[in-house]
């Protein structure tokens, strides 16, 4: 064996790449995770809008009996006027409490995927670090055998 020869087969053991077979699937599962990631930040905001709507409400609403608590008196159409406004802003508020029941179950069902896709990401990334152990340990099998041949050869010169 020459020494073009000897130069070529370390050319081609060291230019050898891991390449993962399951890669195809860990960058689906990667995108998914990444879909509900954006699921869940979605969800979370339009939470978020419906908390901070229903209290909003219901600091107009405070701030409405307050006023109307410093007035004494009125007609009575003022008093029906103010029953009427005061039944409507509680029905709202109670349609706001609703909306924001069902959005916390969303968020909560986002959580759930996200976590599951977590989980299959992760077992594949696991399974790629194993799959890479087991290369690196017979690539350098492969360069051991290598570097005892080329002694062995120049030992017996």
Not at 34 to 53: G, H, M, P, R, Y
Not at 86 to 94: G, P, S, W
Request: charged letters at 40%; zero cysteines; aromatic letters at 6%.
């Amino acid at each position: 064996m020459g020494i073009i020869e000897r130069d070529y087969r370390i050319i081609t053991i060291q230019s050898m790449k891991f390449k993962f077979s399951l890669e195809p699937v860990l960058k689906v599962r990667q995108h998914q995770e990444k879909v509900q990631k954006q699921k869940l930040a979605e969800e979370v905001s339009k939470k978020n809008k419906i908390t901070n709507l229903r209290n909003e409400v219901k600091g107009k609403l405070e701030s409405y009996l307050n006023a109307n608590e410093e007035k004494e008196t009125g007609t009575v159409n003022d008093i029906k006027r103010h029953n009427t406004h005061l039944v409507n802003v509680h029905a709202h508020i109670t349609k706001l409490e609703v909306q924001e029941n069902k959005a916390d179950q969303k968020v909560k069902k986002e959580r759930d995927e996200l976590a599951e896709a977590f989980k299959k990401l992760s077992i594949l990334e696991k399974v790629k670090e194993s799959e890479y152990s087991v290369f690196m340990k017979d690539s350098s099998r492969k360069d051991q055998k290598f570097m005892d041949e080329i002694s062995s050869q120049s030992y017996t010169r």
